[in-house]
């Protein structure tokens, strides 16, 4: 069954560093989502991206978050300069109808900011 | 604004038994999706069953199915025959339907199931 593959699955990082996690979607979707889970907190959407532009993001997702689509293929986050608030799984999915049958997701990384 | 509230943080059921876990959610729209996705300790979200509001009929995936209650805003999910592999965290989660709305999904908080040998 095809997958969604992120990497790193662990990354660790000094505060103000900056950051690529990166994901290889299903390659017949069309729609590519990043959200995030604080650890015992709820998953929060992030970010939507489709046809090479951002289709929506939420609060969260300010100057220092930018995504990119750099080849077709891969689907990165960055985070400019990192927080300790943006310790996070994070998590990358994608879909073939904008999420009207389900999102599939990756396993996450989990972003520890120190 | 869209919520969901998942009001159990932690559910046990005996392994062979049936459990059923609860979702509320609070929209003012008439048409939208809603679902429910395991995440078991390897962290991936697996989507379990899937349930589109206009329609009545309650959906079943095997030993998975919901009580779908749209008057009162309600979406629970029932694992009936619970087996060990069941044991995960379950997030409820809400779409809206419009085309013109937002495609972003809302999750409630999780239920942690513990399924007990």
């Known amino acids: 069954e095809p997958e969604v593959t992120q990497t790193p699955s662990h990354q660790v990082t000094q505060m103000g560093q900056e950051v690529i996690l990166r994901c290889v979607p299903i390659?017949?979707?069309?729609?590519f989502y990043w959200y995030r889970q604080i650890l015992g907190q709820k998953v929060e959407f992030l970010v939507s991206f489709y046809n090479n532009e951002i289709s929506e993001k939420s609060e969260i997702f300010d100057d220092q978050f930018s995504v990119e689509r750099p080849d077709g293929s891969n689907f990165t986050l960055k985070i400019r300069s990192t927080k300790l608030e943006d310790s996070a799984m994070y998590f990358c999915?994608?879909?073939?109808?904008?999420?009207?049958?389900?999102?599939?997701f990756g396993s996450g990384t989990r972003l520890t900011v120190v | 604004a869209q919520t969901v509230t998942q009001s159990q943080p932690e559910m046990s059921v005996q392994e062979a038994e049936t459990v059923t876990l609860s979702c509320t959610y609070d929209t003012s729209e008439s048409d939208y999706y809603l679902f429910w996705y395991k995440q078991p300790p390897s962290r991936q979200m697996i989507l379990v069953i899937r349930?589109?509001?206009?329609?009545?009929q309650n959906a079943t995936e095997n030993r998975f199915s919901v009580n779908f209650q749209k008057a009162a805003k309600s979406f629970s999910l029932k694992i009936s025959d619970s087996q060990l592999g069941d044991a995960a965290m379950y997030f409820c989660?809400?779409?809206?339907?419009?085309?013109?709305?937002?495609?972003?999904?809302?999750f409630g908080t999780g239920t942690r199931l513990k399924v007990l040998a």
């Open positions: 390659s017949n979707h069309l729609y």
């Open positions: 349930q589109e509001a206009y329609k009545q």
């Open positions: 989660a809400y779409r809206s339907a419009w085309a013109s709305g937002t495609y972003k999904y809302i």
């Open positions: 999915a994608s879909s073939g109808t904008g999420g009207t049958y389900g999102y599939t």
